[in-house]
Each structure stands twice: as C-alpha cells, then as structure tokens.
C-alpha cells in the first residue's frame, strides 16, 4: 500500500521534507522518526511513496468554518486520494495546544468521505517526547523542554540519533505513560490488522 507521510520538518519526516526537485537520490536518502517508527510497525507492503512538510500542505478549502488544522488533514487526505494512495500516516507537534489536538482529531474524523485511512495525531507535547518515551523514560509527554532533557540527559540531538532510538526500542516496552505515542502506535497496528497488505 502507497503511504503519504507528512510532519513538521526533517526529524519527523526526513528527506520526505524537501522539495521534490532537492530531495537526494534513493542511496543517499534519510529517512525520519516517523517512517522510522512506522516502518517498524507496517509489514513492508506499506511503502512511503511521497510526504509532504506540514507547512506546505494545500488545506481544504469547503466548510469556511473549519479551523485552520482540521483543513490541513483534510487536505492530506484529498491529495492522498487524488494520487491514488491507500493511507496518509503523519504526526503533528502539540505544542501545548489542546485546541489543536482537539482540531487534528476533528479532521481525522471528517476525512473519512476521501476513501483514504487517515492515521496520525499530535506527539505530546513534542515528537523529542516519544524519544524520550521509547527509551523507557517516565512522564516525558509532561516535560518542559522534552528536546533539551532528550540532549542533556541522554546526548541525543537531531534526527539520525533519535532515529537510531526508534530502529532500536523495544516498541512494547516504551514509558506507559506515554499517551500519545502509544495512541499513535496502535493506530497504525490496528491498520495493519485490519487492511490487506
């Protein structure tokens, strides 16, 4: 199944972040935190065929009384459909905005009238949480700056240390208190249970 994957930047997303025209050529091509963990996930039918930054994203634009996140993950789904593609698998920082959560989950709901599945959710409050989180460390989506204690506690900064967490953890083992993460995970793990590969 064709995967359209979309985060904030490269650490989520990885090459996935850059315009097409400057993406690196397959051998040299990083791949992100979020492929990452979704790889680690989804049997290997479930490729990433394209992704997209999450600033760059063309919101939907019917229903003018939609806020401004539920459009972006309606439009995901849009593009997805348009191009032919089985899911959109994304992650989305909270950055202290419970409103914004509240506005994603509404835009995974009304996405459903695309024929795409739609799995995604905000990382709280940040995706250097869910490191944080797979290397077994409590209330991680509770810390005040998750990205600097992930540096000064445990030497890790940037996008290829961090995905080497992810292709390392014992995904079963993460911090159980880590809500979003273990939400997001089961999404993807009830998809693969539910679709054909």
């Known amino acids: ?90 992650s989305r920082d909270r950055d202290r905005s419970v409103q914004r959560e509240k506005d994603i989950v509404a835009g995974i709901e009304q996405s459903q009238r695309f024929g795409v599945r739609v799995l995604g959710g905000c990382a709280v409050e940040e995706l250097e949480a869910w490191i944080l989180a797979l290397l077994g460390v409590a209330h991680s989506e509770s810390s005040a700056d998750a990205k600097a204690r992930l540096r000064d506690e445990h030497g890790i900064a940037g996008r290829e240390q961090m995905v080497e967490v992810v292709e390392a953890a014992d995904l079963d083992s993460a911090a159980i208190d880590a809500g979003s993460l273990r939400v997001w995970m089961n999404q993807i793990r009830s998809a693969v249970a539910e679709l054909p590969e």
């Open 1 to 90: 199944m064709k995967i359209l994957l979309a985060g904030e930047g490269p650490d989520d997303i990885g090459d996935w972040s850059a315009e097409i025209e400057y993406r690196p050529t397959a051998e040299s091509f990083k791949r992100g935190v979020v492929e990452v963990l979704l790889g680690r996930l989804a049997p290997e039918s479930w490729r990433v065929a394209n992704g997209v930054r999450w600033k760059k994203i063309r919101k939907y634009r019917s229903g003018e009384h939609r806020k401004p996140e539920t459009r972006n993950v309606q439009g995901l789904a849009l593009q997805a459909s348009e191009a032919g593609y089985g899911a959109v698998v994304f």
